[in-house]
C-alpha cells in the first residue's frame, strides 16, 4: 500500500478573464437600459401618432409626445422651478420616512428572529398593514397626524416597512446551523451571535430589502401628497395633481418623469451603499452561480 500523496488539486484564477467578463456585464447593465429606454420612447412617439388617432382626435392633449413633454414640461420655466421644488420636498419625505422605516424595521426583524412568539404575534398585523389601502384610512390618519409633511412620512413608513422586516428576518433566520454550532460551542451570547454571525450573513438580504423599500417610499411620498397638502411644502405629487386641472399634461408627464428618476436614483444609491459594504464577494459568488 503506498503511503505517497496524491498532489492536491490547486485551482487558479483567470484574472484577466474574470475583470473581461465583470467589464462586458458593465457595459450589457449600461447599453441594455439604454436600448430599452429608447424603444419605449420610440413606441410612445408611435402611439401619439398612429396608435390612438381617434381617441386623440377628441383628447389631443392627453398623450403628449416626448418631445412635448420637454418642450413645454421640462423647459417651461414656471413648471420647472415647481417640478424643481416639489422634488426637494418629496426627496426630503422619501428619506426622512425611509430612514424611519430602516430602524423600526430592522428593531422589529431583530426581536422576530430572537424570539418566535414575537413573529407570530407581530406578522399577522405586518400583513394587514400591507394591504391595508391607504385610502381607506385617509380619515383616520388626518385626525391623528394632521393634514402636513407628518402624515406624508406616516405613509411612506407605512407602505415601505414590510419588505424591510421580511428581508432582515430572512437573512437573521437563514444563518447555516453549522456555523450556529460553532457559536454554541464557543459559549457566545446572543448578542455576540447576532452582531458577529447573523447580522453579516443577512446584509445581502437586508440590503435587497432597502432598494425595495426605497421606490416604495418614493411611491408613499407622492401618494401621501396627493391627500395631505396643508403647508407650504408642495411635492412632485401635489404639482401633478396642479396640473391636472389646468390640462398642462406635458408638465404632468415630466412630474411623472422625474418622480420615476427620483426613485431609481434611490433604488442604485442603496445599491451603491450595497456593493461598498457587503463587498464584491455577493456578487462574484451570484453571478458564479448563473
Given at each position: 500500500m503506498s503511503n505517497e500523496r496524491e498532489?492536491?488539486?490547486v485551482w487558479h484564477i483567470d484574472a484577466p478573464a474574470l475583470a473581461a467578463k465583470k467589464k462586458s456585464f458593465a457595459w450589457t447593465?449600461?447599453?441594455?437600459?439604454?436600448?430599452?429606454?429608447?424603444?419605449?420612447?420610440?413606441f410612445w412617439e408611435l402611439m401619439h401618432r398612429h396608435g390612438f388617432r381617434e381617441w386623440l382626435h377628441k383628447n389631443p392633449k392627453l398623450l403628449p409626445s416626448p418631445v412635448t413633454v420637454?418642450?413645454?414640461?421640462?423647459?417651461?420655466?414656471?413648471?420647472?422651478?415647481?417640478?424643481?421644488?416639489?422634488?426637494?420636498?418629496?426627496?426630503?419625505?422619501?428619506?426622512?420616512?425611509?430612514?424611519?422605516?430602516?430602524?423600526?424595521?430592522?428593531?422589529?426583524?431583530?426581536?422576530?428572529?430572537?424570539?418566535?412568539?414575537?413573529?407570530?404575534s407581530v406578522y399577522p398585523y405586518l400583513v394587514a398593514l400591507q394591504a391595508i389601502p391607504v385610502l381607506a384610512?385617509?380619515?383616520?390618519?388626518?385626525?391623528?397626524f394632521g393634514g402636513g409633511m407628518t402624515s406624508r412620512i406616516y405613509v411612506c413608513?407605512?407602505?415601505s416597512i414590510f419588505p424591510i422586516v421580511t428581508n432582515t428576518l430572512f437573512g437573521l433566520t437563514s444563518v447555516d446551523s453549522s456555523q450556529h454550532d460553532l457559536?454554541?460551542?464557543?459559549?457566545?451570547?446572543?448578542?455576540?451571535r447576532l452582531m458577529k454571525l447573523q447580522f453579516p450573513a443577512a446584509m445581502p438580504a437586508i440590503f435587497t430589502g432597502f432598494r425595495i423599500s426605497a421606490g416604495l417610499a418614493v411611491i408613499?411620498?407622492?401618494?401621501?401628497?396627493?391627500?395631505?397638502r396643508q403647508g407650504q411644502k408642495p411635492g412632485l405629487g401635489v404639482v401633478i395633481d396642479q396640473l391636472r386641472p389646468r390640462g398642462q399634461y406635458p408638465g404632468m408627464y415630466a412630474g411623472v418623469i422625474v418622480a420615476s428618476l427620483l426613485g431609481i436614483s434611490i433604488f442604485f444609491l442603496f445599491g451603491f451603499v450595497s456593493r461598498l459594504v457587503v463587498g464584491h464577494w455577493y456578487e462574484d459568488t451570484r453571478k458564479a452561480k448563473k
Open positions: 498532489p492536491a488539486e447593465s449600461v447599453i441594455g437600459p439604454v436600448i430599452l429606454f429608447m424603444l419605449f420612447l420610440a420637454v418642450d413645454s414640461g421640462f423647459m417651461n420655466t414656471i413648471i420647472r422651478g415647481k417640478l424643481i421644488e416639489g422634488l426637494g420636498w418629496t426627496t426630503y419625505a422619501s428619506f426622512v420616512g425611509l430612514g424611519i422605516t430602516i430602524v423600526l424595521g430592522m428593531t422589529l426583524a431583530v426581536l422576530m428572529a430572537q424570539a418566535r412568539w414575537v413573529e407570530m384610512i385617509v380619515p383616520l390618519i388626518y385626525i391623528v413608513i407605512m407602505i457559536f454554541t460551542l464557543r459559549n457566545a451570547s446572543s448578542f455576540t408613499g411620498a407622492i401618494v401621501g401628497e396627493q391627500f395631505f
